[in-house]
């Protein structure tokens, strides 16, 4: 019995080594098949990096290929510039996708401009009058109104040279310069006529505007009309102002707002939504999300806690939906008005040293709770709009209209003229006895004299009367009124 039981252990000891052995050379084969996968997987990867790295340099070949050809062979000659301006927009637009853009220098300066919220120049409002440039105010605290610019002056020459039948665009891109550099302006004046020799420096632009509403001094309107370098700032301020005069509520207005920086959006939205709490996410092409969440560094520590809703649109875009849809989702605010734009990628700039840039979409943005609303736009809490004939397009005023006509043009007088009280009849874009009659009306009671056509003045002066109306009826904003004192 002893020996059995020595034997059993000595077998039971030769049992245990097999197993050794045989769990070592199991881990052995297995790292060595892990060794050969991962070997496989990474070649894989280089493969594939290769095989592209290749496909492009093949592309570059071709284009090279063809920009050489075209450029010394084609019938005519042509500038190096164009066609690699060609090739460049040619790429550009094979991406389908309308925010990517390679832009000129102008095009550049004018979206940094944009960005930062400010521009060289001499600091003047101006406008076209005539064959000249008409100044509507100089800005406070500007070289313009430093050097007396006054309201109502016209420019008729830049530099010496008369600006006559000169575009406006044309004008501003002369007047503007490098910072510190002059421009000389020659101006009428109450039948005089001066120059002025004005420095240009940097003109910071305001994108943010508010007041206390006029029948209740509770509540605080804040228009943002883009998010720049400095609209967080602004923002900021304007709360603070508006708090001192009695604000215990706020209307923010992003209608129409295009958009601009994402960081200064979530900075504005951090100011609303709880610390922690998520604002937007980024989606990479590689499908990873990156979750930004609301947070003391984006705020600066400061918080807005009174009631408050957000007003949007169809040109709510961009940064002006991610400030608006983190509010919504994050900090349970209303949103009133219209269905925004609809804007959910996200694009960023590469400079080259001849002052152009690239513009590239490089990533997808999605809202608080992860919803990707590009082409679908964020629909309202409540819906609340302008009158529809607020949306009619300006009318041709290069032409008179009259009795027996039928335009969409006729159509659209009719339309303001039902609006203004003055017809009653069917907008069928038919100029009949009744349309004669209404515009007879219309001229009349504003001191033009009645003919019953409908020429330049008293186009100009329906929309004018339509404009003035149509002031008075924010019917967003007098929902927003109701929600807030409600």
Same mark, same amino acid.
């Given at each position: 019995m002893e020996n059995d039981d020595k034997k059993e252990v000595?077998?039971?000891?030769?049992?245990?080594?097999?197993?050794?052995?045989?769990?070592?050379?199991? !881990?052995?084969?297995?790292?060595?098949?892990?060794?050969?996968?991962?070997?496989?997987?990474?070649?894989? *990867?280089?493969?594939?990096?290769?095989?592209?790295?290749?496909?492009?340099?093949?592309?570059?070949?071709?284009?090279?290929?063809?920009?050489?050809?075209?450029? *010394?062979?084609?019938?005519?000659?042509?500038?190096?510039?164009?066609?690699?301006?060609?090739?460049?927009?040619?790429?550009?637009?094979?991406?389908?996708?309308?925010?990517?853009?390679?832009?000129?220098?102008?095009?550049?300066?004018?979206?940094?401009?944009?960005?930062?919220g400010s521009f060289v120049g001499i600091g003047v409002e101006v406008q076209k009058s005539g064959n000249y440039i008409k100044v509507i105010a100089p800005i406070d605290n500007t070289p313009a109104a430093k050097a007396g610019l006054k309201a109502k002056d016209l420019i008729t020459k830049v530099n010496g040279k008369s600006i006559k039948g000169v575009s406006l665009e044309k004008v501003i891109s002369t007047i503007r310069g490098k910072k510190g550099t002059y421009v000389t302006l020659t101006i009428q004046r109450d039948g005089s006529t001066f120059t002025k020799k004005v420095k240009r420096a940097t003109i910071p632009v305001s994108t943010v505007y508010g007041n206390i509403d006029s029948k209740n001094k509770t509540v605080g309107y804040i228009k943002v009309t883009t998010f720049s370098t400095n609209t967080a700032k602004e923002f900021k301020k304007e709360i603070k102002i508006l708090?001192?005069? %009695?604000?215990?509520?706020? =209307?923010?207005? @992003?209608?129409?707002?295009? %958009?601009?920086?994402?960081?200064?959006?979530?900075?504005?939205?951090?100011?609303? =939504?709880?610390?922690?709490?998520?604002?937007?996410? !980024?989606?990479?092409?590689?499908?990873?999300?990156?979750?930004?969440?609301?947070?003391?560094?984006?705020?600066?520590?400061?918080? =807005?806690?009174?009631?408050? @809703?957000?007003? @949007?649109?169809?040109?709510s875009a961009s940064a002006s939906e991610i400030f608006a849809s983190a509010l919504n989702e994050s900090a349970n605010i209303k949103l009133i008005g219209t269905k925004t734009y609809g804007k959910g990628t996200v694009q960023t700039t590469q400079e080259y040293k001849d002052g152009t840039e690239l513009k590239l979409t490089i990533d997808k943005w999605l809202t608080a709770n992860g919803t990707w609303i590009n082409k679908k736009g964020i629909e309202p809490t409540i819906k609340s709009d302008w009158p529809s004939v607020a949306y009619l397009a300006a009318i041709n005023t290069d032409k008179s209209y009259q009795e027996g006509q039928v335009s969409k043009q006729v159509k659209k007088i009719q339309k303001i003229l039902k609006y203004l009280g003055y017809f009653t009849g069917t907008s069928n874009g038919y100029y009949g006895s009744d349309t004669k009659d209404a515009i007879a009306k219309?001229?009349?009671?504003? %001191?033009?004299?009645?003919?019953?056509?409908?020429?330049?003045?008293?186009?100009?002066?329906?929309?004018?009367?339509?404009?003035?109306k149509l002031s008075n009826q924010d019917n967003a904003y007098k929902t927003a009124l109701k929600q807030l004192t409600n």
């Amino acid at each position: 019995m002893e020996n059995d039981d020595k034997k059993e252990v000595t077998e039971n000891k030769k049992a245990k080594k097999e197993h050794r052995k045989v769990s070592i050379w199991a !881990v052995i084969i297995t790292a060595v098949v892990a060794i050969a996968i991962g070997a496989g997987g990474m070649y894989a *990867y280089m493969y594939n990096e290769v095989k592209e790295a290749q496909t492009v340099s093949a592309s570059m070949k071709k284009i090279q290929t063809i920009y050489e050809t075209l450029y *010394y062979n084609y019938y005519k000659k042509t500038s190096a510039k164009k066609l690699q301006n060609g090739a460049i927009n040619g790429m550009i637009d094979a991406l389908d996708d309308q925010f990517s853009e390679y832009m000129t220098k102008s095009e550049a300066e004018s979206l940094n401009d944009t960005i930062s919220g400010s521009f060289v120049g001499i600091g003047v409002e101006v406008q076209k009058s005539g064959n000249y440039i008409k100044v509507i105010a100089p800005i406070d605290n500007t070289p313009a109104a430093k050097a007396g610019l006054k309201a109502k002056d016209l420019i008729t020459k830049v530099n010496g040279k008369s600006i006559k039948g000169v575009s406006l665009e044309k004008v501003i891109s002369t007047i503007r310069g490098k910072k510190g550099t002059y421009v000389t302006l020659t101006i009428q004046r109450d039948g005089s006529t001066f120059t002025k020799k004005v420095k240009r420096a940097t003109i910071p632009v305001s994108t943010v505007y508010g007041n206390i509403d006029s029948k209740n001094k509770t509540v605080g309107y804040i228009k943002v009309t883009t998010f720049s370098t400095n609209t967080a700032k602004e923002f900021k301020k304007e709360i603070k102002i508006l708090r001192k005069k %009695g604000a215990k509520s706020f =209307v923010i207005d @992003v209608r129409d707002n295009p %958009g601009g920086l994402m960081n200064v959006a979530i900075s504005m939205a951090s100011m609303f =939504v709880k610390y922690g709490k998520n604002v937007m996410q !980024v989606q990479g092409r590689n499908g990873e999300t990156e979750v930004y969440k609301s947070s003391k560094s984006y705020s600066g520590g400061f918080k =807005v806690t009174e009631p408050t @809703v957000v007003l @949007v649109n169809s040109g709510s875009a961009s940064a002006s939906e991610i400030f608006a849809s983190a509010l919504n989702e994050s900090a349970n605010i209303k949103l009133i008005g219209t269905k925004t734009y609809g804007k959910g990628t996200v694009q960023t700039t590469q400079e080259y040293k001849d002052g152009t840039e690239l513009k590239l979409t490089i990533d997808k943005w999605l809202t608080a709770n992860g919803t990707w609303i590009n082409k679908k736009g964020i629909e309202p809490t409540i819906k609340s709009d302008w009158p529809s004939v607020a949306y009619l397009a300006a009318i041709n005023t290069d032409k008179s209209y009259q009795e027996g006509q039928v335009s969409k043009q006729v159509k659209k007088i009719q339309k303001i003229l039902k609006y203004l009280g003055y017809f009653t009849g069917t907008s069928n874009g038919y100029y009949g006895s009744d349309t004669k009659d209404a515009i007879a009306k219309f001229q009349s009671d504003n %001191g033009i004299t009645s003919t019953g056509t409908a020429d330049k003045a008293t186009v100009i002066k329906m929309e004018s009367k339509l404009s003035s109306k149509l002031s008075n009826q924010d019917n967003a904003y007098k929902t927003a009124l109701k929600q807030l004192t409600n």
